[in-house]
């Protein structure tokens, strides 16, 4: 059987932040893979870099040095609209969604934007393919008409759901998407994920300090401590025999805690969530 393809490759990624002698480096010689179809877990505490790594993943940031391929191409040395091109493949959900979201624009236009920018479609178009993805996400088509501050956030992060799945992305890279939300609202849209990613096939790079999240989600995890990759390997093993200290140290402290969030169900995808 063959390997799967290789979709995302990050090679010895540095980025400093500051000038000489008070600067920062919030990622350090940090290196991945990401292959097609599948979770890969990135966690750590608060300051450990994971969020700013995300962020040179898909060049929102531009490192300072290290390299970044996507199916090979090397994403740092695209000119703009080949940039452009390239980040139809690719979507980020945010860990606020009431932040990434427009305020003064519907939940549908918020959900067509993507396809409004890329010129795909005409507004009809583009309103069925957001009221398409609305249901998809669990909420209603009437749920198109109102404004992201009328909706509960979990109902939100599902509209941002929808928008990041609006140009049928292979990679989605989420940020802590579940840690603004209420467990119980966790649980659903960590389900969610789940579901649409066994539906569409799309890969995940999911960041979070909820190991019990990645327990269940990723098959593999980076284990990350300012700034640096401090254990790497299957998720299984990683928190079945620990090797470094800080991870066994973060798998005691908080692992625990989180246990509520394994007996979540997926649920039916015609379903409402009234959340």
Same mark, same amino acid.
């Given at each position: 059987?063959?390997?799967?393809?290789?979709?995302?490759?990050?090679?010895?990624?540095?980025?400093?932040?500051?000038?000489?002698?008070?600067?920062?480096?919030?990622?350090?010689?940090?290196?991945?893979?990401?292959?097609?179809?599948?979770?890969?877990?990135?966690?750590?505490?608060?300051?450990?870099?994971?969020?700013?790594?995300?962020?040179?993943?898909?060049?929102?940031?531009?490192?300072?040095?290290? !390299?970044?391929?996507?199916?090979? @191409?090397?994403?740092?040395?695209?000119?703009?609209?080949?940039?452009?091109?390239?980040?139809?493949?690719?979507?980020? %959900?945010? !860990?606020?969604?009431?932040?990434? #979201?427009?305020?003064?624009?519907?939940?549908?236009?918020?959900?067509?934007?993507?396809?409004?920018?890329?010129?795909?479609?005409?507004?009809?178009?583009?309103?069925?393919?957001?009221?398409?993805?609305?249901?998809?996400?669990?909420?209603?088509?009437?749920?198109?008409?109102?404004?992201?501050?009328?909706?509960?956030?979990?109902?939100?992060?599902?509209?941002?759901?929808?928008?990041?799945?609006?140009?049928?992305?292979?990679?989605?890279?989420?940020?802590?998407?579940?840690?603004?939300?209420?467990?119980?609202?966790?649980?659903?849209?960590?389900?969610?994920?789940?579901?649409?990613?066994?539906?569409?096939?799309?890969?995940? %790079?999911?960041?979070?300090?909820?190991?019990?999240?990645?327990?269940?989600?990723?098959?593999?995890?980076?284990?990350?401590?300012?700034?640096?990759?401090?254990?790497?390997?299957?998720?299984?093993?990683?928190?079945?025999?620990?090797?470094?200290?800080?991870?066994?140290?973060? #798998?005691?402290?908080?692992?625990?805690?989180?246990?509520?969030?394994?007996?979540? @169900?997926?649920?039916?995808?015609?379903?409402?969530?009234?959340?």
């Amino acid at each position: 059987m063959s390997e799967p393809q290789v979709l995302l490759r990050a090679v010895n990624l540095v980025k400093d932040f500051g000038g000489r002698g008070g600067g920062t480096r919030a990622v350090d010689t940090v290196s991945l893979e990401v292959a097609a179809g599948e979770t890969l877990g990135i966690v750590g505490e608060s300051g450990s870099g994971k969020s700013t790594l995300a962020r040179l993943l898909i060049r929102l940031i531009e490192p300072t040095s290290g !390299q970044v391929f996507y199916r090979g @191409e090397d994403v740092l040395a695209l000119a703009p609209g080949d940039l452009r091109r390239l980040r139809s493949q690719w979507q980020m %959900v945010f !860990q606020n969604p009431f932040g990434s #979201l427009l305020p003064h624009i519907s939940v549908a236009d918020n959900v067509s934007e993507p396809l409004r920018i890329g010129r795909i479609g005409d507004r009809r178009s583009r309103r069925a393919r957001a009221e398409e993805l609305l249901e998809t996400v669990g909420l209603a088509k009437r749920h198109g008409d109102l404004y992201p501050h009328a909706l509960s956030g979990g109902q939100n992060q599902r509209v941002a759901i929808a928008r990041a799945l609006a140009l049928e992305p292979e990679l989605l890279i989420c940020d802590e998407p579940t840690s603004a939300l209420d467990v119980s609202i966790q649980a659903q849209i960590l389900s969610l994920l789940m579901g649409l990613q066994a539906e569409l096939g799309f890969s995940m %790079v999911f960041i979070t300090h909820n190991l019990a999240v990645v327990e269940r989600l990723a098959g593999r995890v980076l284990v990350m401590d300012r700034g640096r990759v401090v254990e790497a390997g299957p998720t299984a093993e990683v928190f079945g025999n620990p090797a470094d200290p800080y991870t066994r140290a973060l #798998l005691g402290s908080v692992l625990p805690a989180h246990r509520p969030l394994e007996g979540a @169900e997926i649920p039916e995808r015609t379903s409402l969530v009234d959340d």
